[in-house]
Protein backbone atom coordinates (compact mmCIF):
# COMPACT_ATOMS: atom_id res chain seq x y z
CA UNK A 1 0.00 0.00 0.00
CA UNK A 2 1.26 3.33 -0.87
CA UNK A 3 2.07 6.59 1.69
CA UNK A 4 -0.75 7.99 3.65
CA UNK A 5 -0.40 11.63 2.68
CA UNK A 6 -0.75 14.22 5.99
CA UNK A 7 -4.42 14.93 5.95
CA UNK A 8 -5.34 11.02 5.46
CA UNK A 9 -3.07 10.11 8.30
CA UNK A 10 -5.12 12.98 10.23
CA UNK A 11 -8.20 11.82 10.19
CA UNK A 12 -7.29 8.29 10.03
CA UNK A 13 -5.81 8.91 13.54
CA UNK A 14 -8.77 10.66 14.57
CA UNK A 15 -11.03 8.73 13.43
CA UNK A 16 -9.05 6.39 15.41
CA UNK A 17 -10.02 7.69 18.65
CA UNK A 18 -13.69 8.61 18.19
CA UNK A 19 -16.04 5.75 19.41
CA UNK A 20 -17.59 3.53 16.38
CA UNK A 21 -14.92 5.16 14.58
CA UNK A 22 -16.74 8.24 12.81
CA UNK A 23 -14.15 10.83 10.36
CA UNK A 24 -16.60 13.48 11.14
CA UNK A 25 -16.12 15.80 12.28
CA UNK A 26 -13.05 16.34 10.49
CA UNK A 27 -10.00 18.28 12.03
CA UNK A 28 -10.09 21.80 11.47
CA UNK A 29 -7.04 21.94 9.64
CA UNK A 30 -8.32 20.64 6.88
CA UNK A 31 -9.88 22.88 4.21
CA UNK A 32 -13.53 22.38 3.17
CA UNK A 33 -12.72 22.56 -0.64
CA UNK A 34 -10.50 19.19 -0.16
CA UNK A 35 -13.34 16.95 1.93
CA UNK A 36 -15.43 15.41 -1.39
CA UNK A 37 -11.47 14.96 -2.32
CA UNK A 38 -9.78 13.38 0.45
CA UNK A 39 -12.95 11.12 1.36
CA UNK A 40 -13.07 10.00 -1.99
CA UNK A 41 -9.27 8.94 -1.80
CA UNK A 42 -9.68 7.61 1.84
CA UNK A 43 -12.82 5.23 0.03
CA UNK A 44 -11.07 4.08 -3.19
CA UNK A 45 -8.09 2.97 -0.59
CA UNK A 46 -10.31 1.16 1.23
CA UNK A 47 -9.33 2.84 4.13
CA UNK A 48 -12.50 4.22 5.20
CA UNK A 49 -16.23 2.71 4.75
CA UNK A 50 -19.71 4.14 4.49
CA UNK A 51 -21.54 3.08 7.25
CA UNK A 52 -25.13 4.26 8.76
CA UNK A 53 -24.90 7.38 6.70
CA UNK A 54 -21.54 8.86 7.55
CA UNK A 55 -18.15 7.51 6.99
CA UNK A 56 -15.96 4.93 9.61
CA UNK A 57 -12.31 3.47 9.40
CA UNK A 58 -12.11 0.39 8.29
CA UNK A 59 -9.89 -1.98 9.39
CA UNK A 60 -7.69 -1.22 6.28
CA UNK A 61 -7.15 2.06 7.84
CA UNK A 62 -6.26 0.67 11.31
CA UNK A 63 -3.69 -1.35 9.40
CA UNK A 64 -2.64 1.59 7.61
CA UNK A 65 -1.94 4.04 10.71
CA UNK A 66 -0.56 1.36 12.46
CA UNK A 67 -3.23 0.69 14.97
CA UNK A 68 -5.89 -2.35 15.58
CA UNK A 69 -9.51 -1.83 15.60
CA UNK A 70 -10.60 -1.97 19.51
CA UNK A 71 -13.20 -5.80 19.86
CA UNK A 72 -16.47 -5.67 18.45
CA UNK A 73 -19.41 -4.98 21.03
CA UNK A 74 -20.39 -7.19 23.36
CA UNK A 75 -24.19 -8.80 22.72
CA UNK A 76 -26.12 -9.34 26.02
CA UNK A 77 -27.09 -12.34 26.89
CA UNK A 78 -30.74 -13.67 26.62
CA UNK A 79 -33.66 -13.33 28.50
CA UNK A 80 -31.88 -10.64 31.13
CA UNK A 81 -32.97 -7.24 31.70
CA UNK A 82 -30.66 -5.25 29.67
CA UNK A 83 -31.67 -7.78 26.70
CA UNK A 84 -35.27 -7.03 27.10
CA UNK A 85 -34.50 -3.28 27.45
CA UNK A 86 -32.60 -3.46 24.45
CA UNK A 87 -35.40 -4.95 22.58
CA UNK A 88 -37.62 -2.70 23.95
CA UNK A 89 -35.91 0.01 22.42
CA UNK A 90 -35.12 -1.72 19.30
CA UNK A 91 -39.17 -1.61 18.76
CA UNK A 92 -40.09 1.00 15.82
CA UNK A 93 -41.82 3.13 18.45
CA UNK A 94 -39.04 2.75 21.22
CA UNK A 95 -39.81 3.15 25.01
CA UNK A 96 -40.77 5.57 27.53
CA UNK A 97 -38.94 5.06 30.78
CA UNK A 98 -42.06 4.69 32.63
CA UNK A 99 -42.55 1.72 30.47
CA UNK A 100 -39.03 0.21 30.95
CA UNK A 101 -39.36 0.75 34.41
CA UNK A 102 -42.70 -1.52 34.40
CA UNK A 103 -40.90 -4.12 32.66
CA UNK A 104 -37.56 -4.21 34.79
CA UNK A 105 -38.59 -3.13 38.15
CA UNK A 106 -35.54 -0.39 37.80
CA UNK A 107 -36.32 2.85 38.99
CA UNK A 108 -36.10 6.49 36.72
CA UNK A 109 -32.80 7.54 37.52
CA UNK A 110 -31.20 3.51 36.95
CA UNK A 111 -32.96 3.29 33.51
CA UNK A 112 -31.16 6.59 32.70
CA UNK A 113 -27.93 5.65 34.05
CA UNK A 114 -28.03 2.02 31.86
CA UNK A 115 -28.71 4.35 28.85
CA UNK A 116 -25.66 6.26 29.62
CA UNK A 117 -23.38 3.85 30.96
CA UNK A 118 -24.14 0.30 29.41
CA UNK A 119 -26.13 0.98 26.40
CA UNK A 120 -23.80 3.95 25.26
CA UNK A 121 -20.47 3.57 26.67
CA UNK A 122 -19.80 0.06 27.25
CA UNK A 123 -22.08 -1.49 23.89
CA UNK A 124 -21.52 1.40 21.81
CA UNK A 125 -25.40 2.10 20.70
CA UNK A 126 -26.70 5.13 20.02
CA UNK A 127 -29.93 5.85 22.34
CA UNK A 128 -32.09 8.78 20.51
CA UNK A 129 -35.40 10.94 22.28
CA UNK A 130 -38.11 12.13 20.83
CA UNK A 131 -41.18 13.66 22.82
CA UNK A 132 -44.80 14.09 20.92
CA UNK A 133 -47.16 16.75 22.51
CA UNK A 134 -48.77 15.58 25.77
CA UNK A 135 -46.57 12.62 25.56
CA UNK A 136 -43.98 10.92 27.42
CA UNK A 137 -40.26 11.34 25.85
CA UNK A 138 -39.93 7.92 23.83
CA UNK A 139 -36.31 6.30 23.45
CA UNK A 140 -34.93 4.16 20.99
CA UNK A 141 -31.69 2.60 19.65
CA UNK A 142 -30.53 4.21 16.86
CA UNK A 143 -30.13 1.78 13.68
Not at 21 to 36: F, K, Q, V, Y
Not at 46 to 61: K, Q, V, Y
Not at 63 to 80: E, L, N, S, Y
Request: aromatic share 2%; proline share 7%; glycine share 12%.
Amino acid sequence: MSKLTPTQETILKAAATRPGGDIEPLPATINAGLRPRVILGLLSRGLIDERDGGHRISEAGFAAIGMTPPPAAKTPRQGTKQARLIGMLQRSKGASIEEICAETGWQKHTVRGVFSNTLRKRLGLTITSHKDEGQPRRYRIKS
